[in-house]
């Protein structure tokens, strides 16, 4: 099992940028696709970004592409989400998850084939 603990969110103006970050233990977290998945007031967990336990590959909905970038430091068991351009349609609270097992794809955890969850991070952003 992983362990995730969310860090980095916050209030920001539209227009303004912030990075949030996954740290990661427990299981050999360098072997696992991850990615990151918010939830807005009212509304169901969607998946926003994932990316390969290389970080050759990448995924990202099509409403944060060009402004996010998800990233990863194995070495340190970390993962990140740059954020740039926030829109107030981005505030929510955002989730890092690690895919169930270590042959699920990046497609896998944008499906929520996620073995573990974080407890999240809020960011806010204002018009």
């Known amino acids: 099992q992983v362990q995730l603990v969310e860090s980095g969110g916050g209030l920001v103006q539209a227009g303004g940028s912030l990075r949030l970050s996954c740290a990661a233990s427990?299981?050999?977290?360098?072997?696992?696709?991850a990615g990151w998945f918010r939830q807005a007031p009212g509304k169901e967990r969607e998946f926003v970004a994932a990316i390969s336990w290389s970080g050759g590959s990448t995924l990202y909905t099509d409403s944060v592409k060009g402004r996010f970038t998800v990233s990863r430091n194995n070495a340190k068991n970390t993962i990140d989400l740059q954020m740039n351009n926030l829109k107030p349609e981005d505030t929510a609270i955002y989730y890092c998850a690690v895919g169930r097992a270590s042959w699920t794809l990046p497609a896998g955890v944008a499906r929520a084939d996620v073995g573990s969850w974080g407890q999240g991070t809020q960011v806010t952003v204002s018009s």
């Open positions: 427990g299981r050999t977290f360098s072997t696992y696709s």
